[in-house]
Structure formats: C-alpha cells, structure tokens
C-alpha cells in the first residue's frame, strides 16, 4: 500500500550546487523540466507554476547596442584630437559688463535658419533665444524640409578618425618626401604605424594575427625605404633588424647582422647589440660559438684602438666600452656554467694589463698577444696562484737563460676533497644529480693545473673542461692604458668573486642581464641594527662557484679555501702595483669583505666559526694597519673597529674608536673620512643604547647631555683635541656644535647661484657623512622634524647621484627606527621614500625600504599606484622585479590567512582575491620590455611563482618560453630539473647540445649510485 501522501522531502545537498566556491547565479546548475506535472499534489487544489521568475531578456539588434569603452568606434573617438571650441565675442551693442549673469549665446543652426534665434525680440517663439532649429519649428508645429535631413545628420567618430589618420599619413609622406635624410621622422612614422592599426577597425577575433604580421610588413618596408636614402644611418638598420626577428628565417636574420657589422666595425654599441643577438637567439645559440663572436669583436675593437684598421677611425668611449663587453663575456661564462675560462679571462687580462714587460708595450695589440701565448702556456702560476710573479719577470729570466724551478707546495693544503659525494641513495635520480653538480660547482670553479712537482701532465685531468687553452682567452686579450680603467679592471674581478667591490667607475647598461640571483631582492637588514644594518656594503652580483636553484638556499659570502687563497695571493701581487690612493681603496673593500664573512658567522649563531673567523679577519686588519701609508687612513681605522663591534668586543671596539679620533680629530668637518667613522661610531651608540635601556623596544632614556653619541659628535664639531667620554656634556658645547654643523653644512652644499658643476664636484665626496652627522645630531638633540629637515635641504641642493641616493637611505632608515620607538606619521616616510625612488628608480636599498614599509601597513593600493608610475616612467628592471616580490609576499601573507587551522584568530589583513592573475599580468609586462625579456632572474621567478601555483604544464611553458631570450643560464636548467624532474634526461640533452658547462653526467650519477 501507498501512503496517503507521495511527496517526499530529499536532506541529501547536490554536489553540483558546490562545484564553485561561490554563490555567483551564474555558477548554480539548472536542470531543464520534462513535463508540468507533479507527484503528491491534488490536482484539483493544488499546483506548480513553473514559469521562469523574472523579466523575460530583450532581443536588442547587436548593431543598436551601444559601444563599449574598449570597441574600434569609441577607441577613435578616445585617440582623436577634439575640436576647439572658443566662444564668441558679445553683441557691439550690449554692455556685458553691467550684466550680472553670462549670457547664453544663440545655437548655430538657429543662427543659420534665422528667425528660430532671433534675439530678444526676433521671435515670439524663441524670446529668450535659447531653443535650437528643431524646437521652433516644433513649437510653431512645423517640421524639417527633407533635403534638409542629410545635412543636419553630425558626421560619426569613425568619418572623424578617418579624416585625421590619412591628414597624419599625408603629414608625414610630405614630410619625408621633402626631407628624406630625417631619421627621426623616418622612425616617428614606423611608430605611428601601432597607432594606426589601433585605430583602424578590424576584426579582432578572426583578424588578429594577420594585421599584427600585416603592420610588422609595413614597418620593414617604411624601413626599407628610410635605409635606401640614409645607406649609413645604423639606427634605422638596427629597428629593421629587431623588426624582421619575427618574419625572417634565422640564417638570413644572421646574414644581416654580420653584414652591417661587416660595414661598421668601429662602432662598439653597435657591436654589443649584436653579441646580444647572437647570445639570446635560440636557434643559432651555443657557448662556444658566442664565446667566439666575443673574441672576435674585442679583437676587431682592438685594431680599430691600435690604428690597424686604416679604413675606420676609434669612436669616443671606445675604450670604456672594451671594457664593459669584457666583463659581459665573462659574466656570460660565469652565468653558462663556465666560471673556469671566466677566471681565465681575467687572470689573463691582469697579467696582460698589470705586468706586461716594456720590449712589447709599442707594439700593436695583436703582436704583444703573440708574445703573452708562450707565457700563458709555460705552465707558470699566474695572478692569484700561489708563487706567481707575472709575466714580465718570466720574460726577463727567459732572457737571461731559463725559468728557476719553483719550490714544492705543501700537500696538505692542496684541494684534495675526496668527500663522499652522494650523501643519500634513497633520493631520486634528479635530486642526487642536482645536489652532486652544485657541489662540484662550489668548488671546482678554479681552473685545473699539472703540478710539475707531483709530475702531472695535461691528460692526467679528469675532466677536460677544466683546462683553459689560450685560444679561449687570447683574442679577447685588450689594452687598458688609462689608470681608471686598470683600477675598473681589479675592482670588477673583486665584485666577480662576490667581494664587496665599488662599480660604480663603470657603466653596465645590460646590468638586466647579469641579474640571476633571488638575493638582490631579500632583506638584508638587521632588526637589532637599525641604523647601521643599511650601511653595509653589498657584496658580488652572484659569487662565483655559488650557482643553485632558486628555490635552494644561497651559499653566503666567502669562498671555499682555495678561494680564500686564491684572494689572499691576488691582493698581496697587484696592491704594489697601484699608488696609495688606490691600495687604500682596495685595502678598504679586502677589510669590509673579511667584515660581512665575520657578520654571516655572527648572525649563523655558530660560535666556533665566529671565534675562528674572526680571529683571521682581526689578524688581516691589524696587518693592513701596520702599514705605515695606512696608520693615518681613517677609513680602515673605521671598518677595523666595526668589526670588533660586530664581535662583541665592545670595550676593544671603543679603544680603536677613541685611539682613531684622537689621531684625526683635528681635521674637523672638514675631513670627510673623520664625518664617516665619527657617524658610524655614533650610530652604534645610538643602537647599543636602544638595546641596553629598552631591551629591544621603546624609546631611548638616556638625555642628550649624558649621551655618548651626542658627546662624539659634539667634539667633531669643534675640531679639538679628544678624550673619552667620561659621562656628561656642557650645554654650551651642543649649542656650538650646532652652529659649526650649520655652517658647515650651507659652505659645503652647492648653492643656488653656483652652477659650475666642478665646485659641486669637489664638495660632493664630504656632503655624505656631514650631513649624516648634523642629521643625527640634530635628531638626538632637538628632534626628528630637524633632522628630517637637514636630509630634505641637502638632497634638494647635491647635484651627485651616488650622494644623494646615500643621504635618502640614510634619511629613511633614522625615520624607520623612530617610528619604532617613538610615535610617528607614516605619510613623512612614505614621502620620502616616493620622492627618493622617483630619481632613483634602481636603488635597491631603497626599494627593499619601500617594500618592507608598505607591506607593514597592508597599503596595496596605494603601493601599486606608485610602482605603476614608477615602471611606466623607468626602462630598469628592478622596479618591475621589486613590484613581483611585493605582490608575491602579499599573496603569501593572504594565503597564510586563509590556510589558519584556527578558527576565531584575529588576523591583520583581509583575504584577498585576484592575486594570482595580478603577479602573473606583471611578470608578462616586464618580460615585454626591452631589458626584461633579457633577466635569467624574472624568467626563474615566473616559471617558479607557476608551479608554486599548481599550474606545472603553463610553468614548462614558461620554461621554454625562456629558452628563445635567455638560452645561456645554466641556473634555468637547473630550476626546470628541480620542478620538473621528470624531464631531467631532456634537460641534460638541451644543456648538452648549447654547450653549457655540465660537470655531473647522468651515466655518472649511475655509477655513483653503484659505487
């Protein structure tokens, strides 16, 4: 039997109502009814109305739906020029002066009918003369002539932007026929041709890849005919080329490029878009074939340098830019895998620049390398072995009958690590191989040698890679004869080898390329070091021998005990070499390195290698000291007693501050290396106080009288002699401080009416640590809006770029710590940080500040304002790459939130979605740039922030996608191989065929396994 009613209600959910994670109606699945009836209901008194609930749509024609924003016809109506509009003068006989209102003036077409705006009392239809044509005749019940329809009708958008896109073409077509020789109206018009394709209407979902071939088309042959009047113009060649990369096959693309380098071979920018080329070109790309291209433009640069070349004359800058291409090529190596010929290439060019003998300095170029090739493959120690002297004194014992026999090296100290290599055969294949080639990397970067006293021979090296011939380094061997480049030269193998050099000396303007490492965008700032922590010089771009995934974690500075050798024997052969102005400097960046080596052994928390590390590194300090050209450089006294400081050393620390003070006090504001170590001493008062009275937190107790780094900065002021601080301080010394400060500062700043650039020059090496000091004497005395205001007047005033950047980090970092003990304004650090960073769009101190202080604050959209200014207005990558990481944070920070397994936290921030599309839009804007298509780093982040997402088929993609622009990163593979592991075969065959450097085998991780 039945039951009396057969309606049943169903409790169990329907999964497809939970298929999205929203209730968007969009996303709640309908099922279409068969049939209008219904079970259990009594027909006779009951019923369903199953009618659709709400408004039936309208059909609206899709040629009457009104444009949108982003449609052809309103596109044009967006991007033409509007017509002006001027209001028309009064009537003679009306006084507008006495009115007190605007008269409306009459409508045109009123105006041109006649009686429908008669004035005043033209009409009694229209008295007040304010209807147009239309209403009148309305009004009087009348209606339009017919012929007169088509005249009235406005023309369209579209009829406008036509008209002014073929006045645009006629323009320039006039333009150009009676100026033919004008390149920038040639390039202009190439440019016009994105605009006109915007511009004209087309169908974009089945037209769009033929109209982007069909402008690129246009563009070649504008350029054809721009290079047909202008035969010598390398400009207009050069778009052409970046133009035909998508159209022509790569053997006539390769054709081209060396024929204009063929018809242009004194031109180094020139030569430095090729190398690019030919380095970012997948198809025609090998390390050994780019390394060739390299040598050869040195060489041809080399004789245009020497004068061989009769047929081209040297262009400006020639040398400047030798150089630069030099150091490409051997970050190019570094970069491929390579570091052993990158070491190579410069121990060469030390010994070919530093210690070439004086028969052979007369010489072309390509005879004195002739010359330096029997040295080189002598077997003799070059520049950093240990014994080398250099190859002028290995030609003057040649002279005088053969070469001395070098004594025995000591066995122990010689690279034998036979470590066990594979440290776990439980893991996978792909991960012992990748944890086997980072090893070897870190310490086989050297290149190999044949001991002569263990009687090794050439075939004897395990791995011939190892080995660097002379033909891999001489054609790139080049002649640096002006002073400052020799000192560029040192300094740019010191930051090579992760040293904390200066390279400001020069330019890199391919810096983008040399960027493949995660750690320019860490923080690495110290909390219990918040005013020093951001002095602390930056050491190499990516040390060599430290190359490792990105998402491995980075070796930190030092190099392995070879490498430390290594270092050692190279300053202790080159420093006699320079004059005592330069081996101060290289003396200076020798200490501050063996400073960050102790800083990374004091934040590893390992006691044993702080105690031994810093037992070396006071042992080289106190060496150098000796010295007797240094026992007065202020600037090693500082860097010596700051390591004490970081050792914990306190009360040594403050005797070579004090024994420092008393030697250069008497120089006053008027010593620029007294100003810095007087500012870093009181610095570190300052943060010893803060640490000491507050435990970390809080504002500072201690008064300005009784403060030490009050009482430091007081005696720099006067200029007297020094003692020690014993515990308080006249108030009539801090009120003469001041004013020395004040006047100091005023003399010093370059002012309004000084506009020669050589007196701003001269004082700009002071302005630093001056202001720094009046800065923080005025913030420990009267305030920080005083302090605040010494930084705002000296950046508006200094005219050095370098000086001005210092001053804003110095500004930012005071401010940061008050707001940490003090409470303050946001908006005053915000200002300061946006006013810095638009004159400095590549600082990244600076953006590191920036990231950290937004990202605090939870500010998103008012961080992405600016960065989109920022990125709009700059070509640098690294706004763009600072962008990314704080997105990326932010999103991690949301994730985390979203991800709590306790319910009912309080968090600081809001879940937040669209994140991932966010990142993803920009990281495709950046690598569309010029620079960005070029970073191995923003390619690895991409393809790692893709795969950290769950989408591993669009992160190979990516992978791939890199490999057309930035084919020589060995780091790329080695990321693929960590987040794809099951192509790792692939991988290894690709890095194989282009020739990057593969220390590990596959078939010898097998052996390993078996071994």
Excluded at 759 to 769: C, T
Excluded at 821 to 827: I, K, R
Aim: aromatic residues 8%.
């Amino acid at each position: 039997t039945y039951p009396s009613s057969y309606s049943q209600i169903i409790l169990i959910a329907d999964r497809a109502n939970w298929e999205y994670k929203s209730l968007y109606r969009g996303d709640i699945a309908r099922y279409k009814r068969k049939g209008s009836s219904s079970l259990g209901l009594n027909l006779r008194s009951q019923a369903v109305s199953w009618a659709e609930s709400g408004p039936e749509k309208k059909r609206v024609d899709r040629r009457q739906r009104p444009n949108r924003y982003f449609s052809p016809t309103v596109r044009q109506l967006l991007m033409s020029d509007g017509k002006p509009t001027l209001p028309r003068p009064p009537p003679e006989d009306t006084t507008t002066t006495t009115l007190p209102f605007i008269p409306v003036p009459s409508c045109l077409e009123g105006e041109a009918e006649g009686g429908g705006s008669a004035k005043g009392q033209g009409s009694w239809v229209n008295p007040l003369g304010v209807y147009d044509s239309s209403t009148s005749l309305w009004l009087q019940g009348k209606g339009k002539a017919e012929h007169g329809k088509a005249e009235e009708q406005p023309s369209t958008p579209r009829d406008n932007a036509a008209v002014m896109l073929a006045e645009r073409v006629e323009d320039f077509n006039r333009r150009l026929r009676e100026t033919p020789t004008d390149t920038h109206t040639w390039l202009q018009f190439v440019l016009f041709q994105v605009h006109y394709s915007m511009l004209k209407p087309h169908n974009y979902t089945s037209h769009q890849s033929r109209s982007v071939r069909a402008t690129l088309e246009k563009k070649v042959a504008i350029l054809d005919r721009a290079v047909e009047n202008n035969p010598s113009c390398v400009e207009l060649k050069l778009e052409r080329l970046r133009l035909c990369r998508e159209l022509w096959e790569p053997a006539a693309l390769l054709k081209e490029w060396k024929k204009l380098v063929f018809l242009h071979p004194n031109s180094a920018p020139l030569w430095r878009k090729y190398l690019l080329f030919m380095q970012s070109h997948f198809s025609t790309f090998s390390v050994s074939k780019v390394n060739t291209v390299y040598g050869k433009c040195l060489s041809t640069l080399a004789a245009v340098q020497d004068g061989s070349m009769v047929s081209h004359q040297m262009l400006p800058g020639t040398d400047e830019h030798m150089l630069a291409i030099f150091l490409q090529q051997c970050h190019f190596l570094r970069q491929a895998g390579h570091s052993e010929k990158a070491v190579c290439l410069f121990q060469g060019l030390l010994d070919f620049t530093f210690f070439k003998p004086d028969t052979v300095k007369d010489l072309p170029t390509r005879q004195q390398v002739e010359f330096f090739e029997p040295f080189w493959d002598s077997g003799e120690p070059r520049v950093g072995e240990r014994g080398a002297s250099g190859w002028r004194a290995w030609m003057t014992q040649q002279e005088r009958g053969g070469w001395l026999q070098p004594s025995e090296q000591d066995d122990g100290d010689e690279e034998d690590q036979e470590e066990l290599e594979v440290k776990d055969k439980t893991w996978p294949k792909w991960r012992i191989w990748l944890d086997v080639e980072t090893s070897r990397e870190a310490i086989h970067w050297l290149p190999w040698r044949p001991d002569k006293t263990k009687g090794q021979s050439v075939e004897d090296c395990e791995d011939p890679d190892r080995q660097v011939l002379f033909d891999d380094i001489g054609p790139s061997m080049i002649r640096l004869v002006h002073p400052d480049l020799q000192l560029c030269l040192l300094l740019s193998f010191l930051h090579f080898l992760g040293l904390p050099a200066d390279t400001s000396c020069y330019s890199t303007p391919s810096c983008s390329l040399l960027l493949d490492d995660q750690a320019l965008l860490g923080d690495v700032h110290h909390p219990d070091s918040p005013l020093t922590s951001y002095a602390l010089p930056v050491p190499g771009v990516s040390p060599v021998g430290h190359m490792t995934s990105l998402q491995g974690a980075r070796r930190g500075v030092g190099l392995c005990k070879p490498g430390e050798e290594f270092v050692d024997n190279m300053f202790q052969m080159v420093l006699p070499l320079f004059s005592a102005q330069e081996r101060a400097v290289l003396s200076l960046h020798w200490i501050q390195y063996e400073k960050l080596k102790v800083l990374r052994c004091v934040r590893g928390r390992n006691k044993k290698r702080v105690k031994s590390q810093g037992k070396r590194s006071k042992r080289l300090a106190k060496r150098l000291l000796k010295e007797p050209e240094n026992r007065g450089r202020l600037s090693l006294w500082r860097e010596y007693a700051h390591l004490e400081w970081l050792l914990g050393n306190l009360d040594e620390a403050h005797k070579v501050f004090d024994t420092a003070l008393g030697l250069g006090v008497a120089g006053g504001l008027a010593d620029p290396a007294l100003c810095d170590l007087c500012l870093l001493y009181a610095q570190l008062e300052v943060e010893e106080a803060w640490r000491r009275d507050t435990g970390g937190a809080g504002t500072t107790v201690t008064t300005a009288m009784s403060s030490p780094a009050v009482y430091i900065l007081t005696k720099l002021a006067e200029g007297s002699s020094y003692a020690p601080f014993l515990g308080q301080l006249a108030p009539v010394a801090v009120l003469k401080a001041r004013k020395a400060y004040e006047q100091a500062v005023v003399s010093s700043l370059p002012g309004q009416e000084e506009g020669a650039a050589g007196q701003g020059q001269s004082k700009s090496r002071q302005v630093k640590g001056l202001v720094g000091c009046y800065a923080l004497f005025q913030y420990l005395t009267v305030g920080v809006d005083a302090a605040d205001a010494v930084y705002n007047l000296a950046r508006k005033r200094l005219d050095s770029v370098s000086e001005c950047e210092a001053l804003a980090v110095q500004q930012v970092a005071l401010l940061r710590y008050h707001t940490s003990t003090n409470v303050y304004p946001l908006s005053h650090i915000r200002l300061a940080l946006t006013s810095a960073l638009a004159h400095f769009a590549s600082s990244t101190s600076l953006w590191q500040l920036y990231v950290q202080v937004e990202n605090r604050y939870h500010s998103a959209g008012r961080a992405r304002r600016f960065f989109h200014s920022v990125t709009k207005a700059s070509a640098s990558v690294v706004p763009r790459l600072f962008a990314i990481s704080a997105e990326q944070q932010r999103k991690q920070l949301v994730d985390s939130v979203q991800r709590s397994d306790c319910y009912g936290d309080t968090v600081s921030s809001l879940p937040e979605n669209g994140l991932s599309n966010r990142i993803r839009s920009l990281f495709e804007n950046a690598i569309a740039t010029e620079h960005g298509v070029h970073c191995p780093l923003l390619w690895r982040m991409y393809m790692n922030f893709l795969v950290s997402e769950g989408k591993v088929e669009k992160g190979r993609g990516i992978f791939y996608k890199a490999l057309q622009d930035v084919p020589w990163a060995k780091g790329l593979y080695m990321d693929a191989v960590q987040l794809f592991p099951e192509h790792v075969q692939e991988f290894l065959d690709l890095m194989t065929e282009k020739e990057l450097r593969l220390r590990v085998p596959m078939e010898e991780v097998d052996i390993l396994l078996e071994d």
